[in-house]
């Protein structure tokens, strides 16, 4: 019971209670005052179309505001040049009057979204897993057809005209035909939510093809997500399965693409201007076939093939280690493989955990949801304790976020090492190979001494995230506990309405997962920080290798790849021979660097890693 002084009349829950119905002040004097500066757009000089974008960039803006406060905002170059690089043809196609900004969230959940005014946030996770150019413009075409088509718009209007229903029920009919609205409502604005996704995927699709790029990246994007639901099924979900999504992209592609020669030879070029050669022999190849009576497709293959014809000329030298080396190497493999088996029983406790997470957040959120039809919205212990329990689960899910990351770079790091190890220990016939690539061999082969002490400082990492997985766990069925008692909570529920020693007992449980959480945040960091840096050494061999091992054409195509990843930077002149992934951590990682740093390397390394592969064909 509270220990307040009585309220006038002597009742002691007076504060509690909503206010009477004959002092609640009318709805249009309740909004009016936040509508004043839009209202004052209305003049002859300023169309209803001017004043909603004028709406949209101040409810952008603010909400902008509000994401980086709770993700934080990547402030990096490289990666802000890659995404406005990719992202400025696919915003030029839109038919919006818009000045479209491109912001990198510090968030790991692999995302992006659309706000109001032409702001598409990407965050880093998603960065981190788009595999290509042209998945990362599908994903940003997909945002600018959301703000093309006005979503937003259309989800506040649906909005505004639930609100004014439920205003007409609370004034004319009983409280149960107002929970009914609100249940329409939200299983309504699901629906819509996932017809506008749906149609984001064709017309991104489209505005990735207009803009020059391979519309078949929104494709591959889309064969990433997992094709399940969360608790509820798809009658809650907010997007429709991957694979639904995928099948209508792929009738869109084939629409796209069938009669559009010319098209295709200008996606053909762009990927040959960004030197992905084998990728644009790849769409000539299907122009020729579509129009074999025209002469620009297979003038523009005989091109590409002959940028790499120095690979087919030249005597052939194989590489291949001596006795020695290859005994060393063999014996590091043995230590290597004893290791990984200790990382693999990490990442295998890891992975258990995250999904007992998993289950425990799906009811959590499904209790959460359900506060949109409690009806003690208005008591301040009611909102208080909803706030803080919904902040306190978000920042759990961003930190198991963060751990799934770990996971992902701790296996990518492990499968790594064993891809280098094998092609270190298998011969290499190569056509014009110099003393260079000799050189780069034998060193990247004595730089692999390196993988077992990077295997065991990823497995410690893994070993200490999972034991911080399991608290967001306990803390997340403390948070599914106090939304239950919440949903039970009111003049019309079996807990009664919310009392005092109630609501402090619920504070309190909330403030204790709250400090679980945090305690897991401090111990995430640190481990996700090892982790990029034992990665970006497993990256810089791997890179190091495929540079060793490839002709006098493909060595010069490494270097344009890598310099124009790195906004035409190169690594600095060494006296003594040294590798490509050695020169790139020696120029770009540096070990005064910071966390975020090594991030934002780590990521666009990983992307020049990949193109060298696609350009072997690999």
Known sequence: MSTRAPCPGGDPTHRWRHPPAASRRPVARRLLPPLLPLLALLTPGHSPAAVWTEFEKRLGQLTLREMELRNGRVQDALLQDWVDRVAAPVAAQSTRQFTFEFVILGSYDNNAFSLPGG???????????????????????HEVAHAQDQDVRRMLQMQLAYLAAVGLLREHVGRDWIYVAQIVQLLDSLRSQRAHETQADLKGAELAFAAGYDPEGVATFLQQIPDASGLGGDLLATHPRASRRLRAVRR????????????????????????????????????????????????????????????????????????????????????????????????????????????????????????????????????????????????????????????????????????????????????????????????AAAQFDGAVPAVAAATAAVTRTAR???????????????????????????????????????????????????????????????????????????MSVLHATAGPALRELDGGLVAQRLGGAQPPPVQTPQLLGQALLVCHAPPEATVESLQAVDTVLRMCYLDMRAERGQ
């Open 252 to 443: 869109q592609i084939e629409q796209l693409e069938a009669p559009e020669y010319d098209r295709l030879v200008a996606v053909g070029d762009r990927l040959r201007d960004r030197l992905h050669y084998r990728r644009a022999l790849a769409v000539y190849e299907q122009a020729a076939r579509r129009q074999p009576d025209r002469a620009e497709a297979p003038a523009r293959m005989a091109d590409v093939r002959g940028r790499l014809a120095p690979d087919r000329d030249g005597a052939e030298v194989e590489l291949a280690l001596g006795p020695e080396e290859s005994a060393r190497l063999t014996a590091t493999r043995e230590e290597l493989c004893r290791c990984e088996q200790d990382l693999i029983r990490a990442e295998t406790r890891l992975r258990k955990q995250l999904r007992a997470y998993q289950k425990d957040r799906d009811i959590a959120r499904a209790l959460e949801l359900s506060q949109v039809i409690v009806p003690e919205v208005g008591e301040v212990q009611y909102l208080a304790t909803l706030a803080r329990a919904h902040y306190a689960l978000a920042a759990s899910w961003n930190e198991i976020i963060r751990q799934a990351e770990i996971l992902s770079r701790s296996m990518a790091l492990r499968t790594g090492w064993d891809r280098s190890a094998t092609d270190l220990q298998d011969p290499h016939k190569v056509k014009g190979a110099t003393v260079a690539n000799e050189t780069e061999w034998r060193l």
């Open 119 to 141: 702001i598409v946030c990407v965050t880093r996770g998603l960065l981190c897993h788009v595999t290509s150019d042209e998945e990362l413009a599908g994903v940003l075409a």
């Open 468 to 542: 911080t997985s399991a608290d967001l766990t306990q803390a997340t069925r403390m948070l599914a506990l106090a939304f239950l008692a919440l949903v039970a909570s009111g003049s019309e529920q079996p807990l009664g309405r919310l009392n005092f020693t109630r609501f402090m007992v619920l504070q309190s449980d909330v403030f204790a997962a709250d400090r679980l959480i945090q305690r897991a945040a401090r111990a995430g960091r640190e481990a996700h920080a090892e982790i990029v840096r034992q990665h970006l050494v497993a990256l810089a061999e791997q």
